[in-house]
């Protein structure tokens, strides 16, 4: 199989799409301006990092981006390949942000918003929970941390 081939199944705009709205809701909790929009380019490279997933799904609303990603060794190692990710994921997310804009009213100015819809997330696997899961908190995080912060902290220049 071709490369963007496999890259276009895992990374299927749909898919991207319901992950940057769970971000965008996380952020809403927290900011009713919703998501910074610079941050939205983090969000695949978070999700999309097992190890990074893993802690951000289990994560609480209460987890802070010292105690989620700094306090751990192996996840602080994982923050320094982010940068460069980001780099090659700005098309998925791009893609990503044009499906949600088709399925969604969505404010994007400096914030990015999404007009109050109710989503249906009852018929949705267990594996597809854990992204959505982690990708929520992840904005839940971000919103709480502020987004020059999280770019320092994140060491993410590539935007």
């Not at 963007?4 to 319901?18: E, G």
């Amino acid at each position: 199989m071709n490369p963007k081939v496999i890259r276009d199944l895992k990374y299927s705009p749909s898919f991207i799409a319901d992950i940057l709205y769970e971000f965008i809701e996380g952020s809403r909790r927290i900011d009713e301006r919703g998501a910074k929009f610079e941050l939205i380019y983090l969000v695949v490279p978070f999700v999309m990092d097992d190890i990074l997933r893993d802690k951000l799904s289990r994560s609480k609303a209460s987890s802070t981006f010292q105690t989620a990603f700094l306090k751990n060794d192996e996840i602080k190692e994982r923050l320094f390949f982010i940068n460069n990710k980001v780099l090659y994921s700005k098309s998925v997310t791009n893609d990503g942000i044009i499906y949600l804009s088709s399925m969604y009213e969505t404010i994007i100015n400096s914030f990015i918003l999404i007009k109050h819809e109710e989503k249906c997330l009852s018929n949705i696997s267990d594996y597809k929970k854990e992204f959505l899961k982690a990708s929520y908190n992840l904005g839940i995080i971000f919103s709480k941390e502020g987004y020059v912060n999280v770019l320092l902290k994140s060491k993410v220049k590539n935007i």
